[in-house]
Each structure stands twice: as C-alpha cells, then as structure tokens.
C-alpha cells in the first residue's frame, strides 16, 4: 500500500494531508510535541482559497477573494461582460497611484490559481506594469 503524506506551510499556517489517516495523526502528534499547534479540524479556507470536499473530489474556490478585490477596487457597479477583455484590445498607461495597481494585479494573478480564464487579460495587464516599479 503506497501512503501519501503532505505538508504545505505558509508563514505559521500547516496543511497536513495523507492517505494514511494514522501516519498523519502520528505525524500531527509529533509536531505538536516539538511546536505549539492547534488542531482547526478538516480545512475549510486557506490563503484566500475556500475548499470544500465530498468523498471523491476536493473543490477550490476563491469567491470571497475575488468580492474583496472588486469591492477594494470599488467596482461593484461595473457591468459584467462574457470575456474580461477582448483579444488585441488596445490599452493605454493611465496616471495614478502606481502601489494600488500593483497590489491590485499581484491579487489577479492569485486568483488565476482558480479562476484560469483570467490568466490572459491578466498576462495584458503585467505588462503595463514595467513603468510601475
């Protein structure tokens, strides 16, 4: 029987994840001995993503991000549209205030982990970035 253990840590934040239940506990124990852990239970929301489980898959979702970054971004009364940007749209640099554009395309690029069909309007919007820094 192959067992899978996994371990992904962010900042203080552990995921600890397996396919044997009793190897993770041990594993879970260990580390409480040697760090001060608190046991959250199965995850429901990690960085930004959501996750809910049924007995086969695992869903990721990044919904309450994306309502942050439009409510930051105060575009609640923006019109939805089909694609978020035509192909060969052409965009020009605007004057403002450089820092909230690039935390505002650093979350975009985050939220592609899940939301794929951004990844290109996103790419277009890196690249006003140059003149940023």
């Known amino acids: 029987m192959v067992m899978y ?3 992904l840590v962010y900042v203080d934040d552990r995921i600890i994840s397996g ?3 009793t190897a993770v506990q041990r594993f879970k124990d260990y580390l409480n001995r ?3 852990m608190k046991d959250l239970g199965k995850l429901k929301y990690f960085i930004g993503i959501e996750v809910a489980r049924n007995l086969d898959e695992i869903f990721l979702c990044q919904r309450k991000y994306a309502l942050d970054i439009i409510s930051e971004a105060s575009l ?3 019109k939805p549209a ?3 940007l035509e192909q060969n749209h052409k ?3 605007a004057i403002g205030d450089d820092n909230k554009f690039r935390i ?3 979350r975009l690029i985050y939220l ?3 939301r794929l069909e951004l990844s290109y309007c996103v790419h277009v919007l890196t690249q006003f970035m140059q003149g940023v820094f």
């Open 91 to 93: 965009l020009a640099l």
């Open 112 to 114: 592609t982990i899940t």
């Open 5 to 7: 253990k996994n371990i």
């Open 34 to 36: 040697c760090f001060h």
């Open 76 to 78: 609640f009364a923006a």
């Open 82 to 84: 089909n694609s978020p």
């Open 104 to 106: 505002l395309v650093g």
């Open 19 to 21: 396919s044997d239940e």
